[in-house]
């Protein structure tokens, strides 16, 4: 099948959803780089930072990404709605297209099964669901994170962590895409009271787990540093959404905004940047805090230069580009106009 040239103009973006987008894209590094040098090889962390690490990083900003691909699934689904006649096999090709991507990953990079799942539970899960009515679809997400929040296997090597794994992501992606289908995402601006109590909740929440210290082995403990996981998410995207209507606003869109555009991108070169530096660099016996804070404040810095640069000559990420060519089969324009610039 020969590709045409496509013709339609970029979509209007939604600045929000691309800020929290980039803001949790520039957290994944502060796990990941341990797992790509392993256990052996990277240095231990002293208490402030083992503290810091489990309580306010650990998976959090990987349920954040989660939720915002569920998000990005049904924009495209109802973009693909109004330019194709069979808008849910154009879906269908882009999630094929991300789990090329992902297996290149997996295989010419890391271990990294983010976009593969990502692309797996699209096709099998999300996709079905779009049939249902949405609030089907959002009592699907809720009743199935509820199914996650009570397996309390804490063992990565087991098979009941990794179905605890499966089925919060398959909450969370559920939970993203109802969340457009209500239009949640069209009106943010005029969401400014629930935003705030919807902070103050997951912050007491937050607090109030942390305090508390649970035992993770028991069940009661185990809910509870789950309820801590979840809200304190919930107050990252709600006090991030809050602060976008403060004076920092606009600062926080220009640095954060253009790494949630080009995410694919971002994600991949993060990928690349960890396995070439673990290849080059022995850090054992480095500091811990200043390898991992440090070191992605310093490549999140850098991408975020890179992107906005690149995004003032092109409308999509190279990633993206190749992703959106995949998926309408079409040789999509890159370059901006003198005009859109």
């Known amino acids: 099948m020969t590709l045409r040239v496509m013709t339609?103009?970029?979509?209007?973006?939604?600045?929000?959803?691309?800020?929290?987008?980039?803001?949790?894209?520039?957290?994944?590094?502060?796990?990941?780089?341990?797992?790509t040098f392993g256990e052996?090889?990277?240095?231990?962390?002293?208490?402030?930072?083992?503290?810091?690490?489990?309580?306010?990083?650990l998976?959090?900003?990987?349920l954040i990404f989660t939720l915002l691909f569920g998000v990005s699934f049904a924009l495209i689904l109802q973009s693909a709605s109004e330019r194709a006649s069979r808008p849910r096999g154009v879906l269908?090709?882009?999630?094929?297209?991300?789990?090329?991507?992902?297996?290149?990953?997996l295989f010419a990079l890391d271990e990294n099964l983010q976009l593969v799942v990502y692309a797996v539970l699209g096709l099998v899960v999300l996709l079905p669901l779009s049939y249902l009515p949405r609030r089907a679809e959002l009592l699907v997400g809720l009743g199935v994170l509820a199914g996650s929040v009570a397996i309390i296997e804490q063992d990565p090597q087991a098979v009941g962590y990794g179905l605890k794994i499966v089925l919060t992501s398959v909450g969370l992606l559920a939970l993203g895409s109802a969340a457009v289908r209500y239009g949640i995402h069209t009106d943010l601006a005029n969401r400014a009271r629930q935003l705030h109590i919807a902070f103050l909740v997951a912050a007491a929440l937050a607090v109030t787990t942390l305090v508390l210290r649970p035992n993770t082995a028991s069940v009661p403990g185990s809910v509870l540093a789950d309820i801590r996981l979840f809200s304190t998410s919930a107050v990252y995207v709600t006090g991030l959404l809050l602060a976008l209507r403060t004076g920092i606003g606009a600062?926080?869109?220009?640095?954060?905004a253009p790494l949630g555009r080009m995410a694919l991108t971002c994600f991949l070169t993060q990928a690349a940047a960890a396995v070439v530096f673990a290849a080059l660099v022995d850090v054992?016996?480095?500091?811990?805090?200043?390898l991992t804070f440090a070191g992605t404040a310093v490549l999140v810095a850098a991408q975020a230069t890179a992107c906005a640069r690149w995004l003032r000559r092109f409308r999509y990420g190279p990633a993206e580009w190749l992703w959106r060519c995949a998926t309408w089969l079409r040789l999509v324009p890159i370059r901006r106009t003198s005009v859109a610039a």
């Not at 052996?40 to 990083?57: E, G, Q, T």
């Not at 269908?92 to 990953?105: D, E, M, N, P, S």
């Not at 054992?284 to 200043?290: D, P």
């Open 92 to 105: 269908a090709r882009r999630l094929a297209a991300l789990f090329a991507i992902g297996t290149v990953q």
């Open 284 to 290: 054992r016996g480095w500091n811990y805090a200043a």
């Open 40 to 57: 052996d090889h990277y240095p231990r962390p002293d208490a402030i930072s083992s503290f810091l690490h489990d309580n306010l990083v």
């Open 59 to 62: 998976h959090r900003f990987v």
């Open 8 to 35: 339609q103009t970029t979509r209007h973006r939604i600045p929000d959803l691309d800020v929290v987008r980039g803001f949790a894209l520039a957290g994944l590094p502060l796990v990941n780089l341990a797992l």
């Open 251 to 256: 600062r926080l869109t220009t640095v954060l």
